[in-house]
């Protein structure tokens, strides 16, 4: 028996993690892959409500993004912009919800 987040193993009957407290697992998941992902700039704001809305429906979308620099002290004190980034394969589709909701012209 293995926990699941701190890898320890037990001998059976063992169900719980004596550290961490949580139920023991016959085997440990196996580790996320973590690769290289291109993000590509498709717009900047200065608005936090932007970034909150344009959020809300690329999650909806299931659009994979980050927004660069949207701490809100930046935006107002630094003077800065957000940058909204999406993978590269996704860029064409985010610019088109973009263009639907009125944030980037049509081209």
Do not use: H, N
């Amino acid at each position: 028996m293995f926990c699941p987040k701190c890898k320890s193993e037990y001998r059976d009957g063992f169900y719980k993690c004596a550290d961490c407290g949580v139920d023991l697992v016959a085997q440990i998941p196996p580790e996320p892959e973590v690769g290289y992902v291109d993000l590509v700039e498709v717009y900047s704001t200065y608005q936090q409500s932007d970034i909150a809305f344009i959020k809300s429906v690329f999650d909806g979308e299931g659009i994979t993004y980050f927004f660069e620099g949207e701490s809100s002290i930046m935006l107002v004190a630094a003077g800065a912009y957000a940058r909204l980034l999406v993978k590269a394969e996704e860029v064409q589709r985010a610019k088109e919800i973009l263009q639907d909701l009125g944030f980037i012209e049509r081209i």
